[in-house]
């Protein structure tokens, strides 16, 4: 049988793979995805992978060709930068939607990417330094990986059961972020810290810097609003974005 070669693209992590251990092929700050095939489309309409939830990571894996990469491992910037690849390379660059009642169709090629700013960072190490500016404490953060989203979504689910009231994502996002306070990175001090004493002022400070600060693919369009003023939308992620004929 003759053998096939498939096309394959190679995608720019927001990261440039610095905050990466040197030994992870990840750190590379680029990563080799194929085209999309008939087993990709098979993956997408897999109605046990939809209602698990898993469909996108499984799709994923199966488009990165070096699979000694752990997908797990991957920051959410650089992991958003693959899944608008996919999209392309599967599907095209033209994506249309709703917003606003109004039908919007927008090229994903010309979504720009925020690259990482080698600031205050020690190269191959996921940690960050920030000083809380209302209290005036120290912490270190990370950026979180899609492992790090997979336990968060975990827990918020675990503590939804038990208080069918409560709406803890906020906190248990934090507590996740938060490396160290003051010098302290036990894990039993920082959700205390979250808990007791992080001040909402604090809080939206540190978020507000990170949302401006992490690497990421910027997925944002301009649109003409009311009075013909132009404001920066945000691209929703509807089914067509991966089921573009699904008619939602």
Avoid: C
Wanted: proline share 4%.
């Amino acid at each position: 049988m003759s053998e096939f070669k498939f096309p394959t693209e190679e995608v720019e992590l927001p990261s440039k793979g610095l905050l990466y251990p040197k030994d992870n092929p990840l750190s590379g700050g680029k990563v080799e995805m194929k085209y999309m095939t008939a087993k990709e489309e098979d993956i997408l309409t897999n109605q046990n992978y939809i209602k698990q939830g898993n469909v996108v990571d499984k799709l994923l894996k199966s488009l990165i060709v070096d699979k000694s990469i752990n997908y797990d491992e991957m920051i959410t910037g650089d992991r958003n930068a693959i899944l608008v690849t996919a999209r392309i390379l599967g599907y095209g660059k033209d994506y249309d939607f709703m917003y606003k009642g109004e039908n919007v169709s927008i090229d994903l090629t010309t979504l720009e990417t925020k690259f990482l700013e080698e600031g205050d960072m020690v190269e191959g190490k996921n940690e960050f330094a920030y000083t809380l500016p209302h209290t005036n404490t120290a912490i270190t953060y990370k950026i979180l990986t899609n492992r790090d989203e997979k336990k968060i979504d975990s827990e918020v689910k675990g503590l939804k059961k038990l208080d069918k009231q409560s709406s803890p994502e906020l906190s248990t996002r934090l507590k996740y972020l938060v490396l160290s306070v003051n010098g302290e990175s036990d894990n039993k001090t920082i959700r205390d810290f979250v808990d007791n004493y992080m001040l909402a002022r604090d809080s939206r400070s540190l978020r507000e810097h990170i949302r401006e600060t992490q690497p990421d693919v910027q997925m944002k369009f301009d649109y003409m609003g009311e009075n013909g003023v132009e404001e920066d939308a945000v691209v929703p992620m509807t089914a067509g974005f991966l089921w573009p004929d699904s008619g939602i």
